[in-house]
T-cell receptor, first 116, second 115 residues
Framework: AQTVTQSQPEMSVQEAETVTLSCTYD???????LFWYKQPPSRQMILVIR??????QNATENRFSVNFQKAAKSFSLKISDSQLGDAAMYFC?????????????FGAGTQVVVTP | SAVISQKPSRDICQRGTSLTIQCQVD?????MFWYRQQPGQSLTLIAT?????????ESGFVIDKFPISRPNLTFSTLTVSNMSPEDSSIYLC????????????FGEGSRLTVL
């Protein structure tokens, strides 16, 4: 079974600064998807960024980028130029490419606090 | 991306009662998933609802406690039966798009408090 580990319960960052959230996962598979989701107080789960394991290039979406280290099974999220609206719970998630149904397995989450 | 509406948004329920949560999607989807998020916790998959077949439950979840209906490609319900305070959680409906790009899309969740 796959497991997703987020070891940082909470991270604090000042506005305009950069914060990096860590995520490691355990899998014996070679083809899979990794995701970062954001959950603000409104509860809506919002996809931040997606990475396909067969792609060596790290995914980037505006101020959000990942450092995907396949051999180390590590998938960290970097938030650059942090804004107050980035404050939320961030979840790392894994999906096996062999799972045709498409269910996701989530880590425990990291609370990001943004201070002015 | 799919737009997902859940009802109710929140509710306060009495112990021993049952509540049905509705999930409506603005497009036809094959796979729908129901997740539970207990207070301060991560998301745990309850079951997968594939249209036209019985829902498939994850370990630790049973149909008698969480019956699910999936009458068509845009709608599903999750019932939380015989509720206890331990059932106080956010229940989230999620879907996989018709063109599978890997991720799931989520509704806003239903926050249930059981007294």
């Amino acid at each position: 079974a796959q497991t997703v580990t987020q070891s940082q319960p909470e991270m604090s960052v000042q506005e305009a600064e950069t914060v990096t959230l860590s995520c490691t996962y355990d899998t014996s598979e070679s083809d899979y998807y990794l995701f970062w989701y954001k959950q603000p107080p409104s509860r809506q789960m919002i996809l931040v960024i997606r990475q396909e394991a067969y792609k060596q290039q790290n995914a980037t979406e505006n101020r959000f980028s990942v450092n995907f280290q396949k051999a180390a099974k590590s998938f960290s999220l970097k938030i650059s130029d942090s804004q107050l609206g980035d404050a939320a719970m961030y979840f790392c998630a894994y999906r096996s490419a062999r799972d045709s149904w498409g269910k996701l397995q989530f880590g425990a989450g990291t609370q990001v606090v943004v201070t002015p | 991306s799919a737009v997902i509406s859940q009802k109710p948004s929140r509710d306060i329920c009495q112990r021993g009662t049952s509540l049905t949560i509705q999930c409506q999607v603005d497009s036809q989807v094959t796979m729908m998933f129901w997740y539970r998020q207990q207070p301060g916790q991560s998301l745990t998959l309850i079951a997968t609802a594939n249209q036209g077949s019985e829902a498939t439950y994850e370990s630790g979840f049973v149909i008698d406690k969480f019956p699910i209906s999936r009458p068509n490609l845009t709608f599903s319900t999750l019932t939380v039966s015989n509720m206890s305070p331990e059932d106080s959680s956010i229940y989230l409906c999620s879907v996989r798009q018709g063109v599978d790009t890997g991720e799931l899309f989520f509704g806003e969740g239903s926050r249930l408090t059981v007294l």
